[in-house]
T-cell receptor, first 114, second 114 residues
């Protein structure tokens, strides 16, 4: 399988707990992205890595959110002290440098905070 | 800032009839435009892109899109819709300044009835 993999597919957590999601991009892709999608909305940009460097963080990302890509391969997105407003689909995508073919998305992690 | 608008939340067509999903864009300079499709509980799948060249772009699953610079539109079309085309469709534009970033429309839900 040469696509983008995300784990877990679904996560239900209690408010206040920490959660961590993983994304494995296409191995040849230098760029990795995290987006958030809520019901009835298009994906919203959260953050972007080129290799292991995190080059941009959206203002949507509060201090409770942190993302890493330690060796320029897989990435993790952690949410601390989850709130009900964090409930969403978290999408990971990767691309080459040209972006001529857009992004390749993973299937997403659906987070439900209860 | 770049943006796309999808003026229709929903499009309903009968199987075998033509399908059009509308998208208009706002961008300074030459736009890079994309269409993606999303099935329930899945990530987004790339359909087609316009970067330069012919205004009529052909993509996956029999879809095509027409770039119209004077109307700043990039409508997605399929000559004969299938029930399996029922899904959520997103138009996206590449950011001119931050060329790694795609901005998505709010999406259009397509329902094809048998």
């Amino acid at each position: 399988d040469t696509g983008v993999s995300q784990d877990p597919r679904h996560k239900i957590t209690k408010r206040g707990q920490n959660v961590t999601f993983r994304c494995d991009p296409i191995s040849e892709h230098n760029r990795l992205y995290w987006y958030r999608q809520t019901l009835g909305q298009g994906p919203e940009f959260l953050t972007y890595f080129q290799n292991e460097a995190q080059l941009e963080k959206s203002r949507l990302l509060s201090d409770r959110f942190s993302a890493e890509r330690p060796k320029g391969s897989f990435s993790t997105l952690e949410i601390q002290r989850t709130e009900q407003g964090d409930s969403a689909m978290y999408l990971c995508a990767s691309s080459d440098l040209s972006l001529n073919y857009g992004y390749t998305f993973g299937s997403g992690t659906r987070l439900t905070v209860v | 800032a770049q943006s796309v608008a999808q003026p229709e939340d929903q499009v309903n067509v009968a199987e075998g009839n033509p399908l059009t999903v509308k998208c208009t864009y706002s961008v300074s300079g030459n736009p890079y435009l994309f269409w993606y499709v999303q099935y329930p509980n899945r990530g987004l799948q790339f359909l087609l892109k316009y970067i330069t060249g012919d205004n009529l772009v052909k993509g996956s699953y029999g879809f095509e899109a027409e770039f119209n610079k004077s109307q700043t539109s990039f409508h997605l079309k399929k000559p004969s819709a299938l029930v399996s085309d029922s899904a959520l469709y997103f138009c996206a534009v590449r950011d001119i300044e931050y060329d790694y970033k795609l901005s998505f429309g709010a999406g259009t839900t397509v329902t094809v009835r048998a």
